[in-house]
T-cell receptor
Framework: GENVEQHPSTLSVQEGDSAVIKCTYS??????FPWYKQELGKRPQLIID?????GEKKDQRIAVTLNKTAKHFSLHITETQPEDSAVYFC?????????FGSGTRLSIRP | DTGVSQNPRHKITKRGQNVTFRCDPI?????LYWYRQTLGQGPEFLTY????????KSRLLSDRFSAERPKGSFSTLEIQRTEQGDSAMYLC???????????FGPGTRLTVL
């Protein structure tokens, strides 16, 4: 069946450094790739998304890249801050179904 | 609060009992999703509605699970004959467009004893 693999499962970076999270997907029909941030005890919230007709998208300190040929996409956070600490989920969507990755717990060291 | 709401927020039940959860989506959103999330995992897709029509259902969803959205507004998720493995956070999300941001509710945490 369709699945989304996400790596790493945990990531610790020094404040101010960059963080990169990578995902691969199996369903070649996937054409929408959102990233959600979930803080402890809270609901997931969208931070950035990309559609299959675009290779890269940036929003301030956050950027996402997509390689449809290789079926992988990545989240890049630059100049990390303490408030970036959370669990991040990638997802791949096709038609009416969306499959989430297993999450990356990002910790920012002061 | 005009966001997605879910009730109850917590449910503790004994194995074998039936439980029902409710989700109220953002009013103009015609698409509604149900997910299950366990500790350390991403949301697992359960089912999806467009208006009142249930268009997709996960193959992993046992026949003990049923969902309805009778008038295309709120939705209910029922679990019959609950098992300890059903313990999880059940999330609801709604969206306006097919490929767009999903707005999640706060979830219902189910504990099956």
């Amino acid at each position: 069946g369709e699945n989304v693999e996400q790596h790493p499962s945990t990531l610790s970076v020094q404040e101010g450094d960059s963080a990169v999270i990578k995902c691969t997907y199996s369903d070649s029909a996937s054409n929408y790739f959102p990233w959600y941030k979930q803080e402890l005890g809270k609901r997931p919230q969208l931070i950035i998304d990309i559609r299959s007709n675009v290779g890269e998208k940036k929003d301030q300190r956050i950027a996402v890249t997509l390689n449809k040929t290789a079926k992988h996409f990545s989240l890049h956070i630059t100049e990390t801050q303490p408030e970036d600490s959370a669990v991040y989920f990638c997802a791949a969507s096709s038609a009416s179904k969306i499959i989430f990755g297993s999450g990356t717990r990002l910790s920012i060291r002061p | 609060d005009t966001g997605v709401s879910q009730n109850p927020r917590h449910k503790i039940t004994k194995r074998g009992q039936n439980v029902t959860f409710r989700c109220d989506p953002i009013s103009e959103h015609n698409r509604l999703y149900w997910y299950r999330q366990t500790l350390g995992q991403g949301p697992e897709f359960l089912t999806y509605f467009q208006n009142e029509a249930q268009l997709e259902k996960s193959r992993l969803l046992s026949d003990r699970f049923s969902a309805e959205r009778p008038k295309g507004s709120f939705s209910t998720l029922e679990i019959q004959r609950t098992e300890q493995g059903d313990s999880a956070m059940y999330l609801c999300a709604s969206t306006l467009s097919l490929l767009g941001e999903q707005f999640f509710g706060p979830g219902t945490r189910l504990t099956v004893l």
